[in-house]
């Protein structure tokens, strides 16, 4: 079925960056605006060469087709790829922002706000339908927000903002069709890498000489930036943004049941009721794929 294949490159993305934490905990003594550079930009140097030397067929393809179009869609496909670009940078920077002087709650929490986001920003920019199972699915999302927000009120504004990037991310990329899907993340990730230039010589600590870091950063690059970013976008063809949102749930929840079992961090009672509230919302939201049934949309 066209739409499973879909439905399954979003899915195994978002479990892909429930295990990014394994990758990262290893790299806390280094500063996290380098952990951004240097990923950002050896994305940037992979994506251009595979681009440039092994796709480069499809590169004169799309470079053809974008030719061909109007100027009213030529405008219309460059502001979405570039706002795409610029989203993820500032997705990316907030979210580093609010771990190092917010709070780690805080960073933690944009990423269960940003699902919610996504379903009511592409119901109405978007028009996407909901049906009555979903609708509640994303009423059980808020409640456990609420409760995971208790006490962590002043954090909420800054969870917004990094929440808000990803969202407007995932849905103008719902909308960016017609063009080979690696090849917009590869002029995204260019572009990422354009913007963020100009404050590595200010901001950069010194160069890392540890071929752990180097190899720890390639691995983020590819693993849990290049692989789960293109298959965001490949699903995007098939997948709703209002599904896409849900799924990123999957995202929290792996990092909360690795950070339980595996790094052994103390947890609360609020905190069980609330992830149990989100893990049922998931499948109420997608009951009618679970369950093989058609639902009725209104």
Known sequence: MKFSKYYLAAFISFVIWGFFSLALK??????????LFYRVFLCAVIMAVISLFVRIKVLKENIGKFRQLPASEKRRVTILTFSGGFLLTANWFFFIYVMNHISVKAASFAYLVCPIMTTVIAYFVLNEKLSKWQWGAVLLSVVSCMLL??????????SLIV???YA???????KNTGFDKFLILTVQILFSALL??????VYSEALPMEFSFYALIFLIAVLFTIVPLYMN???????????????????PLMNFSIAL?????????????AYS?????IIIFNERFIFKRRAAMV
């Open 26 to 35: 290893p790299l806390k003594a280094y500063a996290s605006l380098d952990i």
């Open 149 to 158: 927000s208790f006490n962590n009120i002043s954090d909420i504004a800054y």
């Open 163 to 165: 929440a808000a990037s």
């Open 168 to 174: 407007f991310y995932l849905v103008s990329q719902r």
């Open 196 to 201: 963020l230039a100009p404050f590595y010589p």
């Open 233 to 251: 976008l490949y699903a995007l063809q098939g997948v709703n943004s209002s599904t896409m949102g849900v799924l990123l749930y999957i995202n």
């Open 261 to 273: 079992i595996y790094f052994h961090e103390p947890i609360n009672a609020i905190q069980i009721i």
């Open 277 to 281: 509230l989100i893990l049922l919302s």
